[in-house]
């Protein structure tokens, strides 16, 4: 099984559709993020939390929202779909002192 | 606003040739990351730096980080078909465990 696991890998949606990208993790990180990348953007930060009790947000929460079930889920929601936010989402997890652990990513498209 | 800066965008090159790929910004980061990414998957963690002017090599790889902290380089020596992907740097601001992410080097080396 893979290090940080992404569900679904593929979703197609209609705008004003409410849909939840889920992570979770088997590394034993508290750190855990969400990013989306965009061709020519590079990945920007979402929301990240730190602990179970810890939500932070990142450069572009507008429209997102985030749940922190436990240590190894952290899930992605999008609570009125747009078409700007079709991309490619990563859930990440982090021990400072190694660096990101990505999942495999969820791309997005919302019509 | 784009922190970090990456050139060139593209690069296109022969099996053997040797290349640099730079991350500029004109914030100061703790530490810096460099990660590839292929088609389909998340980034995968190559080397982080930390100390100004530090340099890392990686079998054929070698990392520089700029002596004020806010620059880096990236130079792949005989580059191989296997060394295709997208490089991204990755900047930490001020001990926060969040990073930056540069727009991306996207290489490919024909063989």
């Known amino acids: 099984d893979a290090d940080v696991t992404q569900t679904p890998r593929n979703r197609i949606t209609k705008t004003g559709k409410r849909i939840m990208l889920e992570c979770s993790q088997t590394k034993g990180h508290d750190r855990m993020y969400w990013y989306r990348q965009d061709p020519g953007l590079g990945l920007r930060l979402i929301y990240y939390s730190f602990d179970v009790k810890d939500i932070n947000k990142g450069e572009i929460s507008d429209g997102y929202s985030v749940s922190r079930q436990a240590q190894a889920k952290f899930s992605l929601s999008l609570e009125s779909a747009i078409p700007n936010q079709t991309a490619l989402y990563f859930c990440?997890?982090?021990?400072?002192?190694?660096?990101?652990?990505f999942g495999s990513g969820t791309r997005l498209t919302v019509v | 606003t784009q922190l970090l800066e990456q050139s060139p965008q593209f690069l296109s090159i022969q099996e053997g040739e040797n290349l640099t790929v730079y991350c500029n910004s004109s914030s100061v980061f703790s530490s810096l990351q460099w990660y590839r990414q292929e088609p389909g998957e998340g980034p995968v963690l190559l080397v982080t730096v930390v100390t100004g002017g530090e340099v890392k090599k990686l079998k054929r790889l070698t990392f520089q980080f700029g002596d004020a902290r806010k620059d880096s380089s990236l130079h792949i020596t005989a580059a191989q078909p296997g060394d295709t992907g997208l490089y991204l740097c990755?900047?930490?601001?001020?001990?926060?465990?969040?990073?930056?992410f540069g727009t991306g080097t996207r290489l490919k080396v024909l063989a």
């Open positions: 990755a900047g930490e601001l001020g001990g926060t465990y969040k990073y930056i």
């Open positions: 990440a997890t982090s021990d400072w002192t190694k660096g990101y652990t």
